[in-house]
């Protein structure tokens, strides 16, 4: 899974799937790796408890933030040891410790595209792009070119066309094409949607694998191409079209894969990092370009090999016979029962007051009735409930949201995050910094 170098920010997203509901539900299976002979020494050690409790300690309950040990019968009660942590320690280092494990857990759902049993409370969603394009398609997948009749054109000019010649279905090409001594001649790029509408608003999207099987490459220019994801505003997501093929963004989704590196038996797969995971629809169609990494997303002109060639990377598109090699996208996501909000940053600044904007992009189970803003003194930890806030109450959907926070210190810093409540509890967003204006003191000169 991808991280965010901001933890502060995407630990709410990302760490709901190691909520207090999770451990509950899932807390026979953590108590066995905690007890089971070899096994303990693991995952003890991966909690950070091993130096905390006896070797022969036997562990009853595990929480986000707390450990339950030595359990014994003291007449009609239950009698036990629990060490506490401040804040969600145990749901943290699960989380970060067990990454390798999940992908190892999912790499047969991402090589065959059958979904895992094993999945540690997480659920994965698997979609192909439809073959063809128009008609009753919602998505599709195919490559759009760039043509520039001979002599051919600069590499900046070639570069900056918002419409290409034709386009494809049969097959995804991404390449460059020379011609004569010095010019450019042809730019292809590679276009892919998906529908993922079956996440649902209340989905948390933790991870995400956009694979790609290769068909055949060839570096006449021997220029060394590379392949990267990045973003894409269709005409229609269900039909390539022409001006497709200026409408594609150059932020890299993923780490590049060399020419050399490129499987012709296999699928190709890029993790998608923040940037790509934030592209994904939970609610319509996803939609991904396919680029040249090296030089069409930089935008650095290759050396002219100086003739008429062509360097380029093919896939299978999704008119490929069955979905063995179709272009696949596999999700990684929780269902979320509370609310799904985002903090935007604060507006209208003052000496006491500021403008909160969130947005609830997920409802839970049932409706939010009490929406707000959560705010605290300082430059480090979270904001709750349990400390200052500003709140509205009604019948809430999923949309953007203000509210004005009042009352605040003249010169001083504050952390705020937005909330919302339903029957299943409290959800957050991030936590943004502010600082309010200094307060203006007139001065006096005496003469």
Avoid at 434 to 443: G, V
């Amino acid at each position: 899974m991808n991280i965010s170098k901001n933890t502060i920010k995407k630990e709410t997203e990302d760490m709901i799937v190691f909520s207090k509901e999770w451990f509950k539900k899932y807390n026979k299976t953590l108590c066995w790796f905690a007890n089971a002979p070899i096994i303990k020494y693991w995952f003890r050690w991966l909690l950070r408890i091993h130096n905390d409790i006896p070797f022969d300690a036997k562990i009853n309950q595990i929480t986000p933030n707390s450990f339950s040990y030595n359990a014994k019968k003291v007449g009609d009660k239950i009698e036990l040891t629990t060490d506490f942590r401040t804040h969600e320690k145990f749901g943290k280092r699960l989380y970060y410790g067990l990454k390798p494990f999940w992908y190892l857990l999912h790499f047969w759902d991402w090589s065959t595209s059958v979904q895992p049993a094993l999945n540690c409370g997480f659920d994965t969603l698997t979609v192909y792009p439809e073959s063809g394009s128009g008609g009753t398609n919602v998505s599709c997948s195919g490559f759009v070119q760039i043509y520039e009749a001979a002599p051919g054109t600069t590499w900046t000019l070639l570069r900056a066309k918002s419409t290409g010649l034709n386009s494809a279905t049969s097959q995804m090409i991404i390449g460059i094409t020379t011609t004569g001594s010095t010019n450019w001649q042809r730019l292809f790029r590679g276009l892919s949607s998906f529908d993922t509408s079956d996440l649902t608003s209340n989905a948390a999207v933790s991870a995400a694998v956009l694979s790609l099987y290769g068909a055949s490459k060839a570096d006449n220019c021997n220029i060394s191409p590379k392949i990267n994801i990045c973003s894409v505003d269709m005409s229609d997501t269900g039909e390539i079209a022409l001006t497709d093929v200026g409408k594609t963004g150059n932020t890299s989704f993923s780490s590049d894969i060399t020419y050399a590196n490129i499987s012709l038996s296999d699928y190709n797969t890029f993790s998608l990092n923040a940037s790509g995971i934030a592209t994904i629809s939970k609610t319509g169609v996803s939609q991904f370009s396919i680029k040249e990494a090296a030089y069409d997303i930089t935008g650095t002109e290759p050396t002219h090999p100086g003739a008429s060639l062509q360097s380029d990377i093919r896939f299978y598109s999704a008119d490929e016979t069955g979905t063995t090699k179709d272009p696949k996208l596999v999700v990684t996501y929780t269902i979320s029962t509370k609310p799904i909000v985002t903090t935007q940053s604060c507006t209208n600044i003052e000496t006491t007051s500021c403008t909160g904007n969130g947005n609830i992009t997920g409802i839970g189970e049932a409706s939010p009735t009490v929406r707000g803003f959560c705010y605290k003194e300082g430059t480090t930890g979270d904001p709750t409930t349990s400390d200052s806030k500003v709140s509205d109450t009604g019948t809430f959907s999923t949309g953007a949201f203000t509210k004005s926070i009042t009352g605040l210190t003249a010169g001083t810093s504050y952390r705020v995050r937005a909330y919302a409540v339903n029957s299943a509890g409290t959800g957050y967003g991030t936590t943004v910094d502010i600082t309010t204006l200094k307060a203006f003191k007139p001065r006096t000169t005496w003469f």
